[in-house]
């Protein structure tokens, strides 16, 4: 069922501005109404990566009036394998900046409003206020239950997608949808799952195309909302498998358990980057590169272990690191295979999968085990700055 409207018309589309959406116009569920809708409406996109960079520019060309961009980040060169919003040119630019440039290329009649900053709890609400409509491209827990929280509050709808490897979801998320259909993220998750248990896309990986596929859903379903046109995703979380070529919607409904929303929280305490048991591990457990370097330099007896997946180990690694990753110590698995007889130093690529390992291994009776701070991304600029990153 189509909801109403929720941006009203514009006065008018000026010549150039008919010229430029006429094949909007032609096509009867939307025509000149839909795009006065559009031209009048004011998105914001929490993010101008993965997901963002598709959301932005289609949302750009579809005539969307007002664009917001809530980014902090610069434009790495890893990022321009899926963040198409970005060129090589771009690179140690402002995310939000670069965003802004190709918006502007890509129609200049739309109005851009950068917001370089972390978004948290002292800030989501006044950011949040001006927009109509929130699109959540985020790639963490804290920043989506936040999102979310403030949304439900302000009484905001907002779409939201996931990626993962070849995998991803979107679904919309509106409190106070008209007609009982309201409901927020929560009653689809209603905790964070455990830190460490959910890789990110920087440890897991995303198929680049798989960003463009999940991030123009999210902007058809932005365009279904703001015209009152087709059936939104709200009460549906969708979910597409790009290696099997896949699509199949699961039904979300209200859960009446859910404690209602009426306060913005501490978010990184909620979520937990790091579990409690990691965080006592790595607390006087934990070496920097150069001190590992001078362990390796005077010839010290250790295992080194590096806690992270194959395929990263293939990518780059620390000379004379063992692989063992960090599910089979967490299983108990290669416990087995950790000498007992000679210290032992973990890694992982920054330090929070091995601070995991860590703790597992302190409850084994590994109590003078320790990790690397930083892992090694840190070891790579700071001791041998000829590897790789990721």
Request: charge should be negative; include cysteine.
């Amino acid at each position: 069922m189509a909801l109403p409207p929720l941006v009203e018309p514009a006065a008018e589309l000026t010549k150039a501005e008919v010229e430029r959406y006429s094949r909007h116009l032609i096509i009867p569920d939307v025509g000149m109404a839909g795009q006065k809708r559009l031209k009048n409406a004011k998105v914001l996109v929490v993010g101008a990566g993965g997901l963002g960079s598709p959301a932005l520019l289609y949302l750009a060309a579809a005539g969307v009036g007002t664009l917001g961009i809530v980014e902090f980040d610069v434009v790495d060169e890893s990022n321009l394998q899926r963040q198409v919003i970005h060129g090589q040119s771009d690179v140690g630019r402002s995310k939000g900046e670069s965003a802004r440039d190709s918006i502007r290329e890509i129609n200049p009649f739309v109005e851009v409003r950068l917001h370089e900053t972390r978004l948290d709890s002292s800030n989501v609400l006044d950011i949040f206020r001006d927009y109509d409509l929130i699109l959540d491209g985020t790639d963490n827990f804290a920043t989506r239950y936040l999102v979310n929280d403030a949304a439900v509050l302000l009484g905001k709808p907002y779409v939201w997608g996931s990626i993962f490897r070849f995998e991803g979801q979107a679904s919309v998320f509106w409190e106070d949808a008209p007609n009982g259909k309201g409901l927020n993220y929560r009653d689809l998750y209603p905790e964070p799952p455990p830190p460490g248990m959910v890789p990110s896309c920087a440890e897991g990986g995303v198929l680049g195309v798989l960003c463009a596929s999940i991030g123009s859903i999210m902007v058809n379903e932005a365009i279904k909302l703001i015209t009152g046109i087709g059936e939104p995703l709200l009460g549906r979380l969708m979910v597409y498998d790009a290696l099997e070529m896949s699509y199949k919607t699961i039904k979300v409904r209200k859960d009446p358990d859910t404690a209602p929303i009426t306060e913005l929280i501490d978010y990184d305490a909620f979520c937990g980057v790091v579990s409690d048991d990691a965080q006592l591990a790595a607390a006087g457990h934990t070496i920097t590169p150069l001190e590992l370097k001078e362990m390796i330099d005077a010839g010290k007896d250790f295992a080194l272990i590096d806690v992270r997946e194959q395929n990263e180990y293939e990518i780059v690694s620390i000379p004379g690191a063992t692989l063992i990753p960090k599910d089979r110590i967490l299983s108990g698995e290669a416990l087995a295979e950790i000498p007992q007889d000679k210290p032992v130093v973990l890694h992982c690529k920054s330090g929070v999968r091995s601070a995991e390992a860590l703790a597992a291994l302190h409850k084994a009776g590994f109590r003078d085990a320790v990790h690397v701070g930083g892992g090694v991304l840190a070891w790579a600029k700071q001791i041998d700055p000829s590897l790789p990153v990721y």
